[in-house]
C-alpha cells in the first residue's frame, strides 16, 4: 500500500479506477466524484493547482456553457418546435423513420461543427421532437450524442483528432489530408453506429418519473380548453386613422356592445427579427395605439359592429395575428398568463360578487371563469356570487399570479406560476434566435481563421439574451446544466495527471510493442484499441497527441503506409462511447437522458468494441498496407 502513494503512476491509475468504479456504482452525483478524484491527485502533488483547475478555463467547458445558453435560446423562443415539426412531417408515424432522421441530422451538422456544439443545438430540438411524437427522449439523446462524434469524422475539421494525425503526417513530410480524406471513413462510422444503435437503442427507454396524472398541475393550454377561453373570443386590430388611437379603453362604451377586453397585445419592432410583443391588462386607463389588437370577449356579432362603428379590424379567429402560421392558437401567454385559484373554506371573499372581489384592485388579476363542481360559469360571470371550494380562472401578469399564491391564505394557486411562465416559449423571437443560430454555425465553420470557435459560440449565447431570446438572464442562467460541466472540467486534467506520471505512455509503449510481431493487422488493432481505451480516461485530442507518434514509428519500422495506423488513432480516439466522460457530447446528454454510468457501458461498449472490428477491416481497404 505505500509503495502505491509513494508512486504517482500507480496512485494516479488507482484513482482512476476507483473513480471508474464510483461512477458504474452510481450512488454519488458524478460531477462529486470528479471533483473527489482531482482533490486526491492535487493533495498527493500529482497535479499543480493551476493543472488542477485548467480544465475550468479550458475552452471546451466555457464552449459547452455557452451552448447551454444558445441551445435554450432554441428551445425558449420555440425555435426547436419549429424544427422538430418539419423533421415529424418527414418522419411521419415511424418511429424508426424518426430515429433516423434524428440521426442523419446530426451527422449532417457534425462534419462541420463541433460534436459539443452539434449536441447542444440539437439537444433541445430531440426533446421537443421527442415531446411531440410522445416517445421517451432518452431513446434518441445518447445516440444523438453518439452519431456527433460519427458526423465528426466525416470533415478534416470535424474532430480534434483528425488535425492533430494531419499535422503528424506534415511533421514527417507527407502531403496534409484534404478536407474530405475523412469522408470515406465517415461513412462507414455513420453506416455501423446506425445498425448497431437501431435495436440497442431501444433499451435506453426511461419511464416518466411524474407522478399521477391527478396530482399533475394542468398545462395552459389545457385550462384554455378547459374554460372554452378562445370560445367567444375575438380580436381586433387598431388601425391607422381610426378614432379609438389615443383613446382609453374606459372610453369605447364596451358595455353598450356587451364586450369586454380581456387584453391588449402590442407589438414593436420594425423587422420581423427584431420583433417585440408585450401584452398588457386591460384597464379603463390603458391607451390605445395603431397596430394593438385588442382581444375581445363576447358574442361574434356584438363584436363585429363594434369594429365597424370604430374603424378596428376585426381579425379572423383562424388568422395568426402577425400572418406567421407557427404562431397558431388564437389564445397565446407571454407577460400574462392565467391559473387557477381554489378558494379556502374560512375565504373573506365567499358570497361576495365577482365584481366585488377586489382581485383587480389588490392584486391585478382578472377572474375569467368559475368552476363549481361540475358545472362552469364562463360568461357575465360580475354578479356571480364566489362560494366555497370554487375554482376561480384568474388572468394577469405571471408576476401578480406569483404574488397573489405567496401573500394572501384565504387561496390556493394551482401549479407554479413561475415555473409555468419559464416553459411558455417567446415565439416571435423564433426567428432571431435562428439567425444567431445559424450566424455561430457559419462563423464555427468559415471564419475560424479570425474568429475562435469558443468566442463565436460566447458572442452567440450574449446576443440570444441582448435580444430578449430569454425573459431575463436568470433564465439563461437556468438552461446550464452545471453538473455536466463540472464532470467535464474535473475530468479534463486527469490526461495531464496520466503524462505527468508517465502512465498514459507506459500503457501505449508496452501494448502496441507486444503486437508489433503478429503483423499489420494485429498491430492496427493494438492501436486502434489501445486509443480507444485510453480515451475512456483522458481526453480524445491527448490521446491522439500520444499515440500518433507511437503509430506512425510503428508503421514505418514494419515498412508499411502510415495512412491506416494513423487513421485508426483518430478513429479511436473519436469513437469511445463507454464513458460518460470520454467525450463532452455524452457528458451533455447524461442527465437529460437520465443516463447512468452502467447505460453507457451497455450501449456503449458493445458499439466500441464493435466500430474498433469494422474499422480494423475497413482502414486497410481503404488506404492498403502497401500504399
Excluded at 424508426?96 to 451527422?107: Q, R
Excluded at 407589438?267 to 420583433?275: A, Q, Y
Excluded at 361540475?374 to 356570487?385: A, R, S, T
Amino acid at each position: 500500500m505505500s509503495s502505491l502513494f509513494s508512486n504517482p503512476m500507480y496512485f494516479t491509475l488507482a484513482v482512476l479506477v476507483v473513480a471508474a468504479i464510483l461512477f458504474a456504482v452510481g450512488k454519488i452525483r458524478s460531477d462529486l466524484v470528479a471533483l473527489c478524484a482531482l482533490l486526491a491527485l492535487l493533495l498527493r502533488n500529482v497535479l499543480t493547482v493551476d493543472e488542477a483547475l485548467s480544465g475550468f478555463s479550458n475552452s471546451i467547458v466555457i464552449m459547452m456553457v455557452g451552448l447551454f445558453v444558445v441551445g435554450g435560446a432554441v428551445f425558449q423562443t420555440g425555435l426547436a418546435k419549429l424544427i422538430s415539426a418539419k423533421i415529424l412531417r418527414l418522419a411521419g408515424n415511424s418511429e424508426l423513420g424518426l430515429f433516423l432522421l434524428v440521426m442523419l441530422a446530426t451527422c449532417g451538422i457534425g462534419c462541420f461543427v463541433s460534436n459539443t456544439g452539434t449536441v447542444a443545438l440539437m439537444m433541445p430540438i430531440v426533446v421537443s421532437i421527442a415531446a411531440t411524437f410522445g416517445m421517451s427522449a432518452s431513446r434518441l439523446l445518447m445516440p444523438l450524442a453518439f452519431a456527433s462524434s460519427m458526423g465528426g469524422m466525416m470533415t478534416l475539421i470535424g474532430t480534434a483528432p483528425n488535425l492533430v494525425i494531419s499535422n503528424e503526417l506534415v511533421k514527417h513530410g507527407h502531403e496534409a489530408l484534404s478536407f474530405f480524406s475523412f469522408t470515406p471513413v465517415g461513412i462507414v462510422c455513420v453506416i455501423t453506429g446506425i445498425i448497431v444503435l437501431v435495436p440497442l437503442s431501444k433499451r435506453l427507454v426511461r419511464k416518466d418519473k411524474k407522478g399521477p396524472a391527478k396530482n399533475r398541475s394542468k398545462s395552459l393550454q389545457e385550462l384554455a380548453d378547459e374554460y372554452q377561453l378562445s370560445k367567444g373570443l375575438y380580436r381586433t386590430r387598431v388601425k391607422r386613422g381610426s378614432q379609438t388611437i389615443g383613446k382609453t379603453i374606459g372610453e369605447l362604451n364596451l358595455k353598450a356592445h356587451e364586450l369586454s377586453v380581456l387584453e391588449v397585445r402590442r407589438e414593436s419592432g420594425r423587422s420581423h427579427f427584431l420583433k417585440s410583443v408585450s401584452q398588457q391588462m386591460a384597464t379603463a386607463d390603458t391607451m390605445l395605439r395603431e397596430g394593438d389588437i385588442l382581444y375581445l370577449r363576447g358574442h361574434f356579432e356584438n363584436a363585429r359592429d363594434f369594429s365597424q362603428a370604430q374603424a378596428l379590424q376585426l381579425i379572423d379567429t383562424h388568422t395568426p395575428e402577425a400572418a406567421d402560421p407557427a404562431q397558431g392558437q388564437p389564445m397565446e401567454f407571454y407577460d400574462i398568463g392565467i391559473a387557477e385559484v381554489l378558494l379556502l373554506p374560512d375565504a373573506k371573499l365567499l358570497n361576495q360578487k365577482v365584481e366585488d372581489s377586489g382581485l383587480r384592485e389588490n392584486y391585478g388579476l382578472n377572474i375569467l371563469g368559475i368552476r363549481r363542481k361540475k358545472e362552469y360559469f364562463l360568461k357575465d360571470i360580475k354578479d356571480q356570487k364566489l362560494q366555497k371550494n370554487d375554482a376561480v380562472l384568474v388572468q394577469g401578469t405571471w408576476e401578480n399570479i406569483a404574488r397573489a399564491s405567496s401573500e394572501n391564505g384565504e387561496w390556493v394557486v394551482l401549479g407554479q406560476p413561475l415555473k409555468q411562465a419559464a416553459a411558455v416559449t417567446l415565439d416571435y423571437r423564433a426567428p432571431t434566435a435562428g439567425l444567431i443560430m445559424v450566424g455561430m454555425i457559419a462563423a464555427m465553420v468559415f471564419g475560424a481563421k479570425y474568429v475562435a470557435p469558443v468566442t463565436a459560440v460566447m458572442i452567440a449565447a450574449i446576443l440570444t439574451i441582448l435580444t430578449g431570446c430569454f425573459r431575463n438572464v436568470q433564465a439563461a442562467y437556468k438552461t446550464i446544466n452545471w453538473e455536466s460541466v463540472v464532470l467535464i472540467a474535473a475530468m479534463l486534467p486527469m490526461s495531464i495527471a496520466m503524462e505527468n506520471t508517465g502512465a498514459s505512455k507506459m500503457i501505449s509503449s508496452s501494448l502496441v510493442s507486444a503486437l508489433g510481431d503478429f503483423g499489420p493487422f494485429v498491430l492496427l488493432a493494438g492501436i486502434y484499441f489501445t486509443t480507444s481505451f485510453l480515451t475512456m480516461f483522458i481526453s480524445n485530442t491527448a490521446t491522439a497527441v500520444l499515440l500518433a507518434p507511437i503509430a506512425y514509428q510503428s508503421a514505418i519500422s514494419m515498412e508499411v503506409s502510415p495512412y491506416p495506423f494513423l487513421f485508426a488513432v483518430s478513429v479511436g480516439a473519436s469513437m469511445c462511447f463507454a464513458s460518460p466522460f470520454s467525450t463532452p457530447p455524452n457528458a451533455l446528454v447524461m442527465n437529460a437522458g437520465q443516463y447512468t454510468f452502467m447505460d453507457y457501458v451497455k450501449i456503449g461498449g458493445p458499439l466500441q468494441i464493435i466500430m474498433g472490428i469494422v474499422m480494423v477491416i475497413a482502414l486497410p481497404l481503404i488506404f492498403p498496407f502497401a500504399g
